[in-house]
């Protein structure tokens, strides 16, 4: 689908939807469970991660969705809910066609690389 002003409009608007649901989620489980670890942002990650596999799943193989449905409600919505749904959905994608190693480098440079890299941005923000 080339990309068009339309298509940044699904994205921003789907987007905006996503992160008020993360943001409201990530809250409301905290009126239940202590703060002292981040089950907010573990449920959500795994709630994206569902609805992702729910979603791509039913458009690719039950229903005709037209591409600015799929863009606006998993780029845009679940984008941004949470942006692990997409990192799992494409690693599961590469382990359907069977391609091991780009999955397994996949899941290693992106865990590793933004562990260090929010580590780096961590010590850039106290020199600054």
């Known amino acids: 689908m080339p990309t068009t002003l339309s298509s940044y ?11 008020s649901a993360r943001y409201w989620l990530s ?11 981040p089950y ?7 709630l994206g991660c569902f609805l992702i ?5 039913s458009m690719e193989e039950r229903f005709a ?5 799929r863009l606006f409600l998993a780029v845009g919505i679940l984008g941004g809910f949470t942006t692990f749904s997409s990192f799992s959905y494409e690693t599961i994608a590469l382990l359907r066609d069977a391609d091991i190693l780009k999955a397994c480098v996949n899941i290693v440079v992106s865990v590793a690389g933004c562990l260090v890299a ?6 850039v923000g106290k020199l600054v």
Request: net charge negative; hydrophobic share 60%.
């Open 40 to 46: 907010g942002n573990l449920i959500v990650n795994v």
């Open 118 to 123: 929010t580590f780096s941005g961590m010590v």
């Open 53 to 57: 596999g729910v979603l791509m799943t």
């Open 27 to 37: 809250g409301f489980v905290y009126e239940f469970l202590p703060a002292n670890f």
């Open 65 to 69: 969705a037209t591409a600015q449905v």
């Open 9 to 19: 409009v699904l994205v921003f608007v789907g987007g905006g939807i996503g992160a």
